[in-house]
């Protein structure tokens, strides 16, 4: 079955440590994106990839940092310079066909940092 | 700049019609439209990318009115599946892809 893979879904951290995110697709989408939800919010975009060893920052990219060295891959470091990192993580993969465009979702990992 | 999104919260009996407007201060190129239940990862419902577009699937539609800067999401004949947070997200010339704060829908028996 072709999805994409987060894990783990609950990560627990002291504050100061860097942690690693992982995001795997099996889509074969191009495009990958991280994005960041608080409660009750909506979704704040952290960086986005259209192509391998390529990206770009999104709004809130501050604090984090990926890498995309594989097409279905695209981990997520949340540093110790990022002040308030408890939040849902949610990775995303996308591709347009012709007229068409598809985009999935992840399940997330919730990061609570004390 | 985040779009903004109204109503803030709807509830619905089963079967009534409902409808969530998306509008943006800056001219946009694409909307997409977004479901989220509780505690689970938002689900891609649709994208709309030319001023005028309407798409749809089963009793979920929406049109992008690209002059007005905004996009609405038309619910019909609901079903208590359709419960959950609609998000949109817009895409602007020369800005990154934002997310509207969502409107949360709540469809009774």
């Known amino acids: 079955d072709g999805g994409i893979t987060q894990s783990p879904k609950y990560l627990f951290r002291k504050e100061g440590q860097n942690v690693t995110l992982s995001c795997e697709q099996n889509?074969?989408?191009?495009?990958m994106y991280w994005y960041r939800q608080d409660p009750g919010q909506g979704l704040r975009l952290i960086y986005y990839?259209?192509?391998?060893?390529?990206?770009q920052k999104g709004d809130i990219a501050e604090g984090y940092s990926v890498s995309r060295e594989k097409k279905e891959s695209f981990p997520l470091t949340v540093t110790s310079a990022q002040k308030n990192p408890t939040a849902f993580y949610l990775c995303?993969?996308?591709?347009?066909?012709?007229?068409?465009?598809?985009?999935?979702f992840g399940p997330g990992t919730r990061l609570t940092v004390t | 700049q985040q779009p903004v999104q109204s109503p803030q919260a709807v509830i619905l009996r089963e079967g009534e019609d409902a409808v969530i407007n998306c509008s943006s201060s800056k001219a946009l190129y694409s909307v997409h439209w977004y479901r989220q239940k509780h505690g689970e990862a938002p689900v891609f419902l649709m994208i709309l990318l030319k001023g005028g577009e309407q798409k749809g699937h089963e009793k979920i539609s929406a049109s992008f009115n690209e002059k007005k800067q905004q996009s609405s999401l038309y619910l019909t004949a609901s079903q208590l599946s359709y419960s959950g947070t609609y998000f949109c997200g817009t895409e602007g010339y020369g800005q990154n892809f934002v997310f509207g704060p969502g409107t949360r829908l709540s469809v009774l028996p």
């Open positions: 889509l074969n989408h191009d495009a």
């Open positions: 995303a993969s996308s591709i347009v066909y012709g007229p068409e465009y598809e985009q999935y």
């Open positions: 990839s259209q192509i391998v060893n390529d990206f």
